[in-house]
């Protein structure tokens, strides 16, 4: 009986969570940078990234900062070798970004040319999108530009109906660098007819870089009591599709109707968490890895379709001409598609 | 653990059969039972981690109202009492650089059952009451801030262990009233997210492991009021101090949550008079 009285203060002590008190200074804030990405940040794998040694590297160098500004930009450093579009730094004078995902590469796209040319700056708007009939009302055109506002049931049911005279229809999410990842469901859910597997999640179980789930599927229903579509379609991208627009293009490239067309997307499949540093910066950092139904990797992008690879390179542009808008259209004239 | 929850539940039905005493006759004064019904208002500071949104620890205001609704004991051998609790507390936290806001809510609600008795015939003043019931907590953290981890939910429903202490003195012409009640959660379910995983992921329907049994190895709770009552006219105001901790530790991510505030209540009796 005494060992169990004994016993009662232990299993008290054992839930009680402890934090420790980190301390304001360069080192502080760098060690809980540092940390916060090393027991959460999921492609230290995939990316052969030697964690550790980046932190022998960069650590000496934040401890001899003066300033606010000369951290930032040694933190910055640091989060740049993960090369991911989805880790950034913020603070109250600056937000960090790894760019090169998309400023490496031709942009092959230009809004001004497409409202001008194509569209005859003659156009509806609706949710969040840009739309009307090309081709002489054969082709459906949509532009998607940022999934960062929730789609309305309504807006894509009027959308498609108006479209319901065309024979195929292009979905146009160049620049569209993600936003809310309920909305890739919301729009998928109208090309589909069964439920439909589009890639699977996984989430770290702990600390380690290695610590994760079973991936679980991702399966995506399609809209009943709505507007579906099931003629041709061709999604258009660009280097610069990034994080949900990723993963939009990864779940309709597996449908059988669909054609990506255009340049590689800009990756960003891991699903970012946030954490925050106690001289009150953010950061945020890719957490969650997705993958495609196959399960391959989808953070360094995803490639158009077989023989769909156009670019539209800047001058083309500048003279009116959209070569990938073009060839989708081409393509859809075709019929070649189905 | 399944020993624990054995003895908890066994506590409540030795509780319940003390009710099955031979009812006193009807219609009259001296057998209505009271019903006594406290409110009050609470306002303190918190302080407030969890892990799964923030590796540093949040503080700030927090205010709470709630109530109590119980019948109490009128005589002796009546020495049950039965009451539900509810109460709604909203904690404003700030990170450390106070860039950053956090909003706490939290709803707790309860029935219990005590029984009160006299520890020492001696001193008739003191009379403690312990009892055990059932409760169930809800509530967020939420960082609007973050990006896929915005807000780190709660839910516990279970068992509680509670006890209560009052002492009567006089003040002058004043008999004044000193409470001591602590509640204590003891074994239940509780919700927990995985280490890293997304509300997303949960919403798509991976919900394996989410439901945690709960104990005090993983759940410790302890919410302990004192405070002393002062009659006005027909009332009794109530002004106390409150201390809890909420503590869970699941899936690799550690929280706490602990408020310090201050009570002030009324807290009432009534009689229900009624013809049979």
């Not at chain 1, 001008?116 to 009307?132: E, P």
Request: with cysteine.
């Amino acid at each position: 009986m005494k060992k169990l009285l004994l016993l009662i203060p232990l299993l008290l002590l054992a839930a009680c969570a402890t934090l420790d008190d980190y301390d304001n200074s360069a080192e502080g804030n760098f060690d809980v940078l540092w940390s916060a990405l090393d027991e959460h940040y999921c492609y230290f794998a995939e990316k052969d990234i030697d964690w550790d040694g980046v932190r022998a590297i960069y650590r000496p160098r934040a401890a001899v900062c003066r300033t606010q500004e000369e951290l930032f930009d040694v933190c910055a450093a640091m989060l740049d070798t993960l090369r991911d579009g989805h880790v950034n730094l913020s603070s109250t004078f600056n937000t960090s970004y790894y760019r090169r995902w998309w400023s490496d590469y031709p942009q092959d796209f230009s809004l001004r040319t497409l409202q001008q040319y194509y569209l005859d700056f003659n156009y509806k708007s609706a949710g969040g999108m840009l739309y009307r009939t090309l081709a002489g009302g054969k082709v459906g055109y949509i532009y998607y530009g940022s999934f960062s506002s929730v789609i309305g049931e309504g807006s894509l049911d009027a959308v498609l109906a108006s479209f319901s005279d065309c024979e195929g229809l292009i979905f146009d999410i160049r620049d569209n660098g993600g936003g809310l990842v309920s909305n890739v469901e919301t729009l998928v859910s109208r090309f589909i007819d069964t439920e439909y597997t589009a890639g699977y999640i996984r989430h770290k179980t702990g600390p380690g870089h290695n610590d994760f789930s079973t991936p679980y599927p991702m399966e995506y229903h399609p809209a009943r009591g709505h507007v579906r579509w099931d003629k041709p379609v061709v999604v258009l991208t660009n280097r610069s599709c990034f994080s949900a627009a990723n993963d939009f293009t990864c779940a309709m490239k597996q449908l059988p109707q669909v054609r990506v067309a255009g340049a590689r997307t800009g990756g960003g499949g891991g699903l970012p968490f946030s954490a925050q540093l106690p001289c009150g910066w953010k950061v945020r950092f890719s957490a969650c890895p997705m993958t495609d139904a196959a399960g391959r990797e989808i953070e360094s992008g995803i490639d158009p379709s077989p023989g769909c690879e156009v670019h539209a390179p800047d001058y083309e542009l500048a003279a009116g001409r959209d070569a990938i808008l073009e060839f989708a259209i081409n393509l859809l004239n075709k019929r070649t598609l189905l | 653990m399944k020993r624990l929850t054995v003895i908890c539940a066994l506590l409540i039905v030795c509780i319940g059969s003390v009710s099955g005493q031979p009812a006193a006759p009807h219609d009259s004064v001296a057998d209505a039972w009271p019903l006594t019904s406290v409110y009050y208002l609470e306002a303190g500071g918190e302080r407030a981690f969890n892990t799964y949104l923030s590796p540093l620890r949040q503080t700030g205001p927090t205010f709470a109202l709630g109530g109590e609704w119980g019948r109490g004991c009128s005589t002796p051998r009546r020495c049950l009492s039965m009451f539900f609790s509810a109460r709604y507390r909203m904690g404003f936290l700030e990170n450390p650089a106070r860039n950053a806001s956090v909003t706490d809510l939290c709803l707790s609600l309860g029935w219990n059952m005590q029984r009160t008795f006299t520890p020492f015939s001696g001193v008739p003043e003191l009379n403690v009451s312990a009892g055990a019931g059932a409760a169930v907590d809800g509530g967020l953290l939420y960082l609007p801030g973050n990006s896929n981890n915005p807000v780190a939910a709660r839910l516990y429903a279970g068992l509680t262990l509670n006890g209560t202490a009052t002492y009567s003195i006089r003040a002058g012409r004043t008999r004044l009233r000193l409470i001591d009640q602590v509640s204590l959660p003891s074994a239940g379910v509780f919700f927990s997210p995985h280490y890293g995983q997304s509300y997303y992921e949960i919403y798509l329907g991976e919900h394996d492991g989410l439901a945690r049994f709960g104990w005090w190895g993983n759940h410790f709770c302890i919410d302990n009021l004192v405070a002393v009552e002062i009659p006005v006219c027909s009332t009794r105001i109530r002004a106390g101090y409150r201390f809890q901790v909420l503590n869970s530790r699941a899936h690799g991510i550690d929280s706490r949550i602990t408020t310090h505030s201050f009570v002030l209540g009324i807290a009432t009796d009534w009689l229900n008079i009624t013809r049979r």
